[in-house]
Structures are given as C-alpha cells and as structure tokens.
C-alpha cells in the first residue's frame, strides 16, 4: 500500500521569502504521479503543481518549484516570493498511473506573515 | 478551466434523516467522480468512486449501504448519506474526471467547493 508522509504540520513564512514543505511517500509502483494540492480557508482544492514520476526534470509552475528525490522518495514544494494569498493548507498527495485514486498526506498548514 | 459545484455547500439534519449531497459538473461531461470526505484539520480519504451508469465501488471500510452513491448522468452524481448520526459530521468533496484511458494519464481532475454536513 501507498503511503504520504507531511512531517510539517504547520509551518510560517515571512512575506516575500521563500519556504519548502516536505514531503515523503511510500510506493514499489514505478508508474505514478505526485502532486501538490492547496487548500484555502475556503475548502476548495486547487491543484499547485503535479510530476511525473517518469520525469527526470522538476515541475515548476511560476512561483512554485518541486525538488523530486525519486530514489529517496521525496517530493518537496519550494514557494519564492511567498504572498499573503498563499496562505492555506497544502497538500501532499500521490496517484498511481491508471487508478485516477489520490492518496493524500495529512497536510502542512502554512502562514504567510505580511 | 472546468468548474464542478455541489450542493448544498452546507447542510444541517436530525440524527436519523437522509441527505442528498450533490455533485455537478458544469461545463464537461464526468464519466468519473469521487467522493471524499475530510475530518476537521485532517487530510481527505477517498469514499468511492463513481462511474456513469455502473455502481460505485466503494473503499475499504466505507459501508456502501450508508453512503448511496449514484451516478446517472454525464454531469451529475449524487451521495446519500441514510440516517445519519453525528458520528457522519463531516466536509464532503467530490471531484471530477473524465478519462482519456491512456496506461500512463493522470487527467486532471477537479474538485468542487464541499459540503458541511452537520447531524444534531
């Protein structure tokens, strides 16, 4: 069975820097997706950045930026340039290919400080 | 992008009633959707998936006769939950799919706002 480790249940950033939320999974598929799903205070989830785990190069969307460790088993979301908009919680989540399942870690909480 | 929506966003009922909780999407046709249901300040746990004019198959530990879930259009699935108990206060998602059936596809999927539900 799969499964998502978010060891950071809450973290805090300043206006304008930069934070890494981690996260760690378990899996023997060698065919699978990972993701990073946002969830603002108003529950809905907005979908950050995704890798494949086929894909050598890191997945980056603007701001956001994944460091993908296949071999460790890690798949970190850096945030530059933080914005008070990117206050939510932020989840972890990974889907093998073909099943269309997520299974999503607990979540980190992050803060953004003006 | 596509837009899903769900209603009622929240909803209160007595111990032993049934709630119908919506899911739609608005502007693509769904062959797949999924309900999860997510515990305050926890992550969201897959209830079932539910395919158009099939039933759903449901995960372990989720008691399909308690949780109805049907699927009977392209845009529309709906999630039942028969006397419930405060024990079933909860948020609801659902999101929705249509796959393309490539081996090695992760079609997006996309959520809807949630629903509240709340059992005196």
């Known amino acids: 069975a799969q499964t998502v480790t978010q060891s950071q249940p809450e973290m805090s950033v300043q206006e304008a820097e930069t934070v890494t939320l981690s996260c760690t999974y378990d899996?023997?598929?060698?065919?699978?997706?990972l993701f990073w799903y946002k969830q603002p205070p108003s529950r809905q989830m907005i979908l950050v950045i995704r890798?494949?785990?086929?894909?050598?190069q890191n997945a980056t969307e603007n701001r956001f930026s994944v460091n993908f460790q296949k071999a460790a088993k890690s798949f970190s979301l850096k945030i530059s340039d933080s914005q008070l908009g990117d206050t939510a919680m932020y989840f972890c989540?990974?889907?093998?290919?073909?099943?269309?399942?997520?299974?999503f870690g607990t979540g980190t909480r992050l803060k953004v400080l003006a | 992008g596509a837009v899903v929506s769900q209603h009622p966003s929240w909803v209160i009922c007595k111990s032993g009633t049934s709630v119908k909780i919506e899911c739609r999407s608005l502007?693509?046709?769904?062959?797949?959707m999924f309900w999860y249901r997510q515990f305050p300040k926890q992550s969201l746990m897959l209830m079932a998936t539910?395919?158009?004019?099939?039933?759903?198959?449901?995960e372990q530990g989720v008691e399909k006769d308690k949780f109805l879930i049907n699927h009977a259009s392209l845009t529309l699935s709906t999630l039942t939950v028969t006397s419930a108990h405060p024990e079933d206060s909860s948020f609801y998602i659902c999101?929705?799919?249509?796959?393309?059936?490539?081996?090695?596809?992760?079609?997006?999927?996309?959520f809807g706002p949630g629903t509240r539900l709340t059992v005196l």
């Open positions: 999101s929705a799919t249509t796959p393309s059936g490539r081996a090695m596809s992760t079609d997006t999927q996309y």
């Open positions: 899996t023997s598929e060698s065919n699978y997706y």
């Open positions: 989540a990974f889907m093998r290919a073909g099943t269309y399942k997520y299974i």
């Open positions: 890798q494949e785990a086929y894909k050598q």
């Open positions: 502007d693509f046709q769904a062959t797949t």
């Open positions: 539910s395919n158009e004019g099939s039933k759903a198959t449901y």
